[in-house]
């Protein structure tokens, strides 16, 4: 399973391997309410990824990791909402592994600087041209691309090689 | 009960307040084993905070808010903390209300640039002299000082007023 943590929205994207074959089971958005608390807010997004994690029992959840942004108070909103979710899987007893953005491009899409175009570009590739036009919207599927994606680094780095490297 | 969060040791305080009274109930710090996976160290955060809230049942739960730190990572790793501990008062039907380090020094000690011994001196004025004492060690109360001032900014402000103002 793959998080991209975000303020408002976090995508998230379950994929099976099977020997080289890559399979997206699944994507979508993890979503709270802007106008509930923090706390509310926290609660709910501990609640979602404990039910995809109950539902996919994946073996490990691997997590984009940030080392800035843009402003503090962003950083902080996706620090906790992170914290919230490693602590959601470490007490499903699933293990977390963290990729800095710039790993999820080189090892994706060959290139640390990859821009969203070729990362998705790269994802089609490996997990098939269907996946895009499962997304119901354009955003709902830039978001999950992101989680997808840092699944697939993990996958890939697995096996020992990078696509397209 | 104040909380001030930090990455190896969070700082926790509970105060009572009786009419024009201020107490200090409890105080100390949250450790966690620095070689232990995110994961682990955000449960055992978790748990931690979550048997004071039995122990006690506070009111409220008032931490202190960060708004930058002097790396990245760090401000990762604290705000991680943070979201465990806001969902954690959460679970356990506690609100948590957040207070910037600036607002807590003015409220305490009457000024917003007020420095440790300033705040420190301003606690001892209003918990008491004793406070001090009863911690062990130096560090040890500097990290708990810090939870107890936050504890007491809210307190004060509940009332209306600043001390020392």
Not at 6 to 22: D, E, Y
Not at 83 to 89: H, L, N, Y
Request: include cysteine.
């Amino acid at each position: 399973m793959g998080i991209d943590p975000g303020t408002a929205t976090t995508g998230f994207g379950l994929i099976r391997v099977s020997g080289n074959k890559f399979e997206a089971l699944d994507f979508g958005l993890i979503e709270t309410d802007k106008n509930g608390t923090t706390g509310k807010r926290l609660e709910n997004i501990f609640g979602q990824v404990t039910s995809i994690l109950k539902k996919f029992s994946p073996d490990i959840v691997a997590i984009e990791k940030l080392f800035f942004a843009t402003n503090a108070k962003t950083a902080m909103a996706v620090g906790q909402a992170q914290g919230v979710m490693i602590f959601a899987a470490s007490r499903s007893k699933i293990d977390v592994v963290e990729y800095a953005p710039g790993t999820i491009k080189k090892i994706i899409a060959g290139d640390g600087r990859a821009d969203k175009i070729m990362v998705q570009r790269a994802l089609r590739k490996v997990l098939g041209a269907k996946v895009r036009s499962k997304a119901k919207k354009r955003t709902h599927f830039d978001n999950a691309a992101d989680a997808l994606a840092v699944a697939l680094c993990h996958a890939i780095k697995l096996k020992g090689g990078e696509k397209n490297g």
